[in-house]
Nanobody
Framework: VQLVESGGGLVQSGKSLTLSCVAS????????MAWYRQAPGNQRELVAS???????NYADSVKGRFTISRDAVKNTVFLHMNSLKTEDTAVYYC???????????????WGQGTLVTVLS
């Protein structure tokens, strides 16, 4: 499975931005998709996750401002970010947990990351 993110960039504090991530490949079934982020000097942290049939999970720091949504047919996940703050500046990574037709067990894939910079 390959993941490609898009939508990052420069944005003013208080504004909105939407990230997209598309999964491609063959012979796989996605169980869940998530967004992580990593700011300079910090560890990578979970921002939001989405698993079909369950309530999305959010980091406390983004609750009420970010929304994760997923198009299961198109294997795409979105992160709608509102009321952005300078502390949201980070590289945002897409993650997918999936099962493969060719390899037993649950696997994870990561995107290359997309940079979001929030200006004050």
């Amino acid at each position: 499975v390959q993941l490609v993110e898009s939508g990052g960039g420069l944005v003013q504090s208080g504004k909105s931005l939407t990230l997209s991530c598309v999964a491609s490949g063959s012979g796989f079934s996605i169980d869940s998709m998530a967004w992580y982020r990593q700011a300079p000097g910090n560890q990578r942290e979970l921002v939001a996750s989405h698993r079909s049939g369950t309530i999305p999970n959010y980091a406390d720091s983004v609750k009420g401002r970010f929304t994760i949504s997923r198009d299961a047919v198109k294997n795409t996940v979105f992160l709608h970010m509102n009321s952005l703050k300078t502390e949201d500046t980070a590289v945002y990574y897409c993650n997918a947990a999936y099962c493969s037709d060719y390899v037993p067990g649950r696997m994870h894939a990561w995107g290359q990351g997309t940079l979001v910079t929030v200006l004050s």
